[in-house]
């Protein structure tokens, strides 16, 4: 899910880099989009984004119906049990990479260079042209707006209440000491992802709205023209709160789980320690590590010394050989 996310900002990132960081929007101004971009932009910017944010959603869905059977059903709990994991993910993926396809295949933009200025023409697939251009943008847009957008939030409300009552329901049993120990880890990870959920659907319900009324507004005309500009700053906002809400999830990671905290710890800094002592196996503790490094320098010095004192010797019982030789 967090591979998702990350590239569903990612793969737009040559295409902002270059319009806005490098100022391409100026070079488009004045002469027209390059046959690159103009080819690209809409694969970088549209398609690649919305595959990637359509699985993390799905996962995300995933993730919480797995974890309410985990923790309410002992007979899920069976690795035997039911397909696994792996090809869930697997198939979540293709499916929204799937899902994308028509609207891939359904217009593509070729580059015209007309009075020394370049275009970006836009061409429809001839399918498209048979079923009506409106007809079928709109029932794509319907179609994601269902099966993207409102179905999973109204999933993720559902497993997010339902895991919410059971953990509630639990906690006022009384178990051994044990049992405690392990509903209490049970609890503690089904908060986190309980918390990771309500974040998740702080940013996504917003964007249900907006995509309801914008594909509303494509069928009905209910939005005047002038006031449409509001819908389009709320989608921006909409994406900046969706990168807002990462550094959130993070730190509900570090705050809530222990062994988040530790790979956390091993990935940023045992891979550095790893490096500085030269293949050394990864310590815990600094005082451990440090002992480990002198203890390396001492075998480089002994090794170094060693080697010094044998070409020495080697150079001792040369020189008598050499002195013999020119006598004779």
Known sequence: MAV??????????????YYYTLKGYEEDMNY????????????????LPRVFHTAAIWLSVLLAVRRYCTVSTIKLRSPQKGLSTEIMISAVCFAAAMLEVPLVFSRWNVPVVRNNRRY????????????????????????????????????????????????????????????????????????????????????????VVISTMHVLHMTFRIIPVHRYRAMNIAMILRNVFIIASHPFNFLVYL????????????????????????????CRSWKIYQQHLSTRLIDLRDMQMRQSITVKEAASLAEPAISDADSD
């Not at 998702?4 to 880099?17: D, H, K, R």
């Not at 027209?32 to 398609?47: D, I, Q, R, V």
Request: charged share 10%; net charge positive; hydrophobic share 50%.
């Open 255 to 282: 705050n809530m789980s222990e062994q988040f905290r530790k790979v956390a710890y091993q990935w940023f800094f045992g891979r550095i320690l790893s490096i500085v002592e030269l293949g050394a196996p990864c």
């Open 120 to 207: 970006c023409v836009q061409n429809l697939a001839k399918w498209v042209l048979d079923i009506g251009p409106n007809t079928f943008f709109t029932t794509a847009i319907w179609f994601h707006v269902v099966f993207v957008y409102a179905g999973p939030c109204v999933l993720l409300v559902i497993y997010s209440a339902l895991l919410m009552n059971f953990i509630r329901s639990q906690a006022k049993r009384r178990f051994s000491s044990c049992v405690i120990r392990h509903q209490s880890r049970l609890h503690s990870t089904s908060k986190m992802l309980v918390i990771i959920i309500c974040i998740f659907l702080v940013t996504e319900i917003p964007a």
């Open 32 to 47: 027209g989009m390059p046959a690159f971009w103009c080819k690209t932009y809409p694969y970088l910017s549209e398609n």
């Open 4 to 17: 998702t996310e990350m590239f569903t900002g990612l793969v737009s990132f040559p295409w902002l880099l």
